[in-house]
Each structure stands twice: as structure tokens, then as C-alpha cells.
């Protein structure tokens, strides 16, 4: 599988910067990535902070 060209913590970061109300679509068009790859974060990482992934990556080991 591929691996993804950003790390949890900056998708946190930008999922971060949507909540602080900057809109998605400028979002997406600075950082040069799709809408649907947000969304599919948001679902994945929305409401987490650096320590819940971290907990969450030993618990897949």
C-alpha cells in the first residue's frame, strides 16, 4: 500500500486549521490535496490529539 505523503501530526495540523474555520476547498488547494483525502481523515483522525495516535499505532502493533 502506499504511504501517505503527510504524517499523522500534519494531518492533524490541517484538520486543526479547518476547525479554526479557514474553508475546506482553500484548505485543500494550499496543502495540494483532494477534498475527499480531508474527508477521509476527518473521519479517520477527527477530534485526536498527538498522544490518542500514538496510543492508537501501539495498539496496531
Known amino acids: 500500500m502506499k504511504s501517505s505523503r503527510y504524517t499523522e501530526t500534519q494531518i492533524i495540523a490541517i484538520l486543526r486549521?479547518?476547525?479554526g474555520g479557514i474553508l475546506i476547498?482553500?484548505?485543500c488547494r494550499e496543502h495540494g490535496m483532494s477534498s475527499a483525502s480531508f474527508y477521509k481523515?476527518?473521519?479517520k483522525y477527527g477530534g485526536m490529539d498527538a498522544a490518542m495516535i500514538s496510543q492508537m499505532k501501539a495498539m496496531e502493533e
Do not use: I
Open 17 to 19: 486549521q479547518a476547525e
Open 25 to 27: 476547498a482553500e484548505l
Open 41 to 43: 481523515w476527518r473521519a
